[in-house]
């Protein structure tokens, strides 16, 4: 059973408008996540993260939102650019696990020009 | 460059052949990882291990194993490979001062097992 879902496999949206990129997880504990960016045949670049303590995280472009009671996170990319066209996965994290991160399935992302 | 090498980039294997993937950081971080990719299952945890000479069982342990000889090299073998093994293998590496350190990816080795 996976405990980071991300339940839409693509999504594509006209540069300039906002993308929103969603997913879900079960797991309570989990108390840290991130997004990974993805490009073919390149390995995961990390792109922004939050923690639970947190509801929202800003990095330029990009945007966290972490809404806990639920258990739902999502990133906003706005604009959005033809280059922001990549596989993003979340990724979740238990503080004191060894560092194990649980990964979400991914959204490819296509940005149209 | 600093960072993380695979190799090779891909591969064909006949099943019930033994592979090693090779995996090199140049960035001195303590902990390193391999990872799975498979079609709507993301990415998924084989080893890690936390620093030189230790190494842990990750989610998908079965049928891989690790070495941790030196901080710099973390090779993963495949004893005897079977068809469900073919995926995409990342290997990743952290600073592993903290808990929350960013893991940064190797760029992946692509392996079919026939």
């Known amino acids: 059973d996976q405990q980071v879902k991300q339940n839409s496999p693509s999504l594509s949206v006209q540069e300039g408008r906002i993308s929103i990129l969603n997913c879900d997880y079960t797991?309570?504990?989990?108390?840290?996540f991130l997004w990974y960016k993805k490009y073919p045949a390149e390995g995961p670049t990390f792109l922004i993260s939050?923690?639970?303590?947190?509801d929202k995280n800003e990095d330029g472009r990009f945007t966290v939102f972490l809404n806990k009671s639920a258990k739902h996170l999502s990133l906003h990319i706005v604009p959005s650019q033809p280059g922001d066209s990549a596989v993003y996965f979340c990724?979740?994290?238990?503080?004191?696990?060894?560092?194990?991160?649980?990964f979400g399935s991914g959204t490819q992302l296509t940005v149209l020009p | 460059i600093a960072g993380i090498t695979q190799a090779p980039t891909s591969q064909i294997l006949a099943a019930g052949r033994r592979m090693t993937l090779r995996c090199t950081q140049d960035?001195?971080?303590?902990?390193m990882y391999w990872y799975r990719q498979d079609l709507g299952l993301g990415l998924r945890l084989i080893h890690y291990?936390?620093?030189?000479?230790?190494?842990g069982k990750g989610e998908v342990p079965d049928g891989y194993s690790v070495s941790r000889a030196n901080t710099d090299d973390f090779p993963l073998t495949l004893a005897s490979a079977v068809p469900s093994q073919t995926s995409v293998y990342f290997c990743?590496?952290?600073?592993?001062?903290?808990?929350?350190?960013?893991?940064?990816f190797g760029p992946g080795t692509r392996l079919t097992v026939l």
């Open positions: 990743a590496s952290s600073e592993g001062g903290g808990s929350r350190d960013t893991q940064y």
């Open positions: 797991n309570s504990m989990f108390d840290y």
């Open positions: 939050i923690s639970s303590i947190k």
């Open positions: 990724a979740a994290f238990i503080s004191g696990s060894a560092r194990q991160l649980t």
């Open positions: 960035m001195r971080h303590n902990a």
């Open positions: 291990s936390n620093t030189a000479g230790t190494t």
